[in-house]
């Protein structure tokens, strides 16, 4: 059962566009401390953007933490991380980069959350990196994408989680002169009138909390489930959830990747077309440009906007942070904002299109494929799955 705190002001924020200068705005009017752990954090316009920003923050004597995954960061050269540090940024990075040579299965958990939590008095959650919206070759418009930022009552658990995050990626590095200075414990404020929650996803006491989130959301739902997800993967108990809710007369909808970013991935997760269309599920691909999107609306009152795929990476291996609004006001500008989306760039999925056996061969293959590599990569706990 996850805890929802009532007393926040919660604001949607479409794409870097909207993030990062609020992310700067409140790195500019920080007082004592930063906290900001990413996936990816890139050498490019918005990468640079921020850096200033932080090495602004630390200049002028606050405490700032950057913790960035071995992995998705892996591009980050050594010149760049070594003028925040230069400038009184601390950085570390949560597990080093997949080698191939000594590779071992515990590489896949990646940090791939998105947090930000400034002074415990403001914090942004999201699928959105540090990387600019174009970086993509041949993308237009920018990458379509969410996050929020939160005051109030929900920012005692959220910071609580940051700070704990980072300090056992110091204690596990042995960088215990990393170790931020204690904090008194942060009061649970009210801001606003927003009821909200922050769900996590690890490897120890939160491994489902997400995926069961969703699913109880799902089960509870009376009218109408919008789920935009950039990759899509779900396991047996999500779709029967879904077809569940479709079958009791729910209109689901799912708004999907519609270019190709991760062929094996993409095309496995269409093997499941046929079977939504089957049970009278709408899908809608985005095609405008690239989307990495991974929010949902259910009955216009329920939403959640954050990291987690529904897929297994994300449900199964990685670090993952999801906040969940019961608030009609925000549930009415996602969805608005989704289906203005839907209309302007993407493309319904035809059931007809999906009938022929050269339309599912090739989806199938790489199902199976995907299959195998989730029961190598996930110890066994991979049979939802299947």
Known sequence: MIQFYDGNRIELLRSGAEYFPALAAACDAAISEIHLQTYI???????????????R?????????????????????AKFLRGLQEAGVQVLKYRPQIAVWRF??????????????????????????????????????????????????LLARIHSIATRLWNLAAWT????HKLPRPVASVPAERRGEQRAAFVVRDNLRHRN??????????????????????????GIDFRHALIGAAARGVRVILLLQGRVEYRLLHYASRALYRQFLDAGIEIYEYRRSFMHAKVAVIDNHWATV??????????????EANVVIEDTGFAHELRRSL????????????????????????????????????????????????
């Not at 909390?209 to 699913?215: A, F, H, P, Q, S």
């Open 41 to 55: 954090f890139a050498n490019d316009h918005s990468g640079r953007y921020v850096a200033e920003a932080l090495m």
């Open 57 to 77: 923050a630390a200049r002028r004597g606050v405490a700032v933490h950057l913790l960035i995954d071995g992995f998705g960061s892996k591009e980050l050269s």
């Open 104 to 153: 071992r299965r515990t590489q896949l958990r990646r940090l791939h959350h998105k947090i930000a939590v400034v002074d415990a008095h403001v914090a942004f959650i999201g699928g959105i990196n540090v990387i600019d919206d174009m970086d993509t070759p041949g993308q237009v418009p920018p990458r379509f994408d969410y996050a929020v930022k939160v005051e109030g009552a």
């Open 173 to 176: 590095q042995l960088r215990l």
């Open 209 to 234: 909390d997400i995926e069961n989130t969703y699913l109880a959301a799902i089960k509870h739902a009376r009218s109408e489930i919008l789920i935009a997800n950039a990759y899509f993967f779900p």
């Open 306 to 319: 954050g990291s987690s795929n529904i897929d297994p990476m994300s449900l199964l291996l990685a670090r």
């Open 339 to 386: 289906e203005q989306a839907m209309m302007t760039g993407a493309e319904p999925v035809r059931h007809m299109e999906w009938q022929g056996l050269q339309t599912r061969l090739l989806p199938r293959l790489c199902y199976e494929i995907v299959r195998f590599l989730i029961g190598w990569s996930s110890y066994g706990r991979a049979r939802d799955f299947t």
